[in-house]
Nanobody
Framework: QIQLGESGGGWVQPGGSLRLSCAAS????????MAWFRQAPGKEREFAAA????????AYADSVKGRFTISGDNAKSTVYLQMNSLKPEDTAVYYC????????????????????WGQGTKVTVSS
């Protein structure tokens, strides 16, 4: 079992950038696919990005492709989400999620596939 903790959220003007971090603790020697989901006010939680356990496979939602980049540092057991060219519609609580897996290219987009979740970090994009 692992625990996930997000950080890096805050307020930013449209066009600005933020980098979110998700630190994992616990049984981090196992292999996990990691993902970021987000939930805007009054909306369902949705997939944003995912990265395979070796970092070789990634997946992005169409709404963030080309603006967001997911990356990982296995030595630090941390996953990052670099968010550039932020828009007001990116305003949401961002959640980190993880699932243990043996497959390097397994990067599911469905939240039901993930077993571990962080508490979330809020991102507000407004002028």
């Amino acid at each position: 079992q692992i625990q996930l903790g997000e950080s890096g959220g805050g307020w930013v003007q449209p066009g600005g950038s933020l980098r979110l971090s998700c630190a994992a603790s616990g049984r981090t020697f196992r292999r996990y696919v990691m993902a970021w989901f987000r939930q805007a006010p009054g909306k369902e939680r949705e997939f944003a990005a995912a990265i395979g356990w070796s970092g070789g496979s990634t997946a992005y939602a169409d709404s963030v492709k080309g603006r967001f980049t997911i990356s990982g540092d296995n030595a630090k057991s941390t996953v990052y989400l670099q968010m550039n060219s932020l828009k007001p519609e990116d305003t949401a609580v961002y959640y980190c999620a993880a699932r243990q897996t043996s497959y390097n290219d397994y990067v599911p987009r469905d939240q039901i596939q993930y077993d571990y979740w962080g508490q979330g970090t809020k991102v507000t994009v407004s002028s």
